[in-house]
């Protein structure tokens, strides 16, 4: 199944896109936020793409509780959801950009040019999580939880 993940802002939106066995999770683009143009851009991107599910980060503090710009993310990746007919799952993003800009430095992407980056591949941070959640769902003898 391929997945597509957008990192919500206020500001900028971060995509990234699974490939069809779930195994890999690339940053794709970021793009300003725009509200409803966004939306009808980002549903033709997820056709164009060939998208069977939305995965969108909720921002949560460091105790797991959602943040007070939680409930814009829920929105947007509802109203998205509903202009593509798509699954819509929502996952969390703590630290995503943290992990990002550690791993965009890693790959020795300049300070400069990791702003441009950051949310695509915290988007991407946010989708690996995912789909390393759902291998481990599937693997014989895991517990499946609740």
């Not at 690339?26 to 980002?42: C, D, I, N, R, Y």
């Not at 699954?87 to 630290?95: A, S, T, V």
């Amino acid at each position: 199944m391929r997945w597509m993940a957008i990192d919500h802002g206020t500001k900028k939106i971060g995509i990234a896109f699974s490939d069809e066995l779930e195994i890999l999770a690339s940053p794709f683009a970021v793009w300003p936020q725009e509200g409803e143009a966004t939306l009808k851009k980002l549903a033709r991107l997820a056709v164009a793409e060939g998208a069977h599910a939305i995965l969108v980060g909720l921002p949560a503090h460091q105790d797991g509780a959602e943040s007070a710009t939680a409930p814009l993310a829920r929105a947007f990746g509802e109203a998205l959801a509903a202009l593509t007919r798509l699954p819509l799952r929502f996952g969390p993003e703590h630290l995503s950009s943290v992990e990002a800009g550690r791993l965009l430095a890693e790959r020795g992407v300049k300070p400069k040019d990791r702003k441009a980056l950051l949310d695509a591949a915290a988007a991407a941070v946010i989708l690996s999580d995912h789909l390393e959640q759902r291998r481990a769902a599937k693997a014989p003898g895991s517990d499946p939880g609740p």
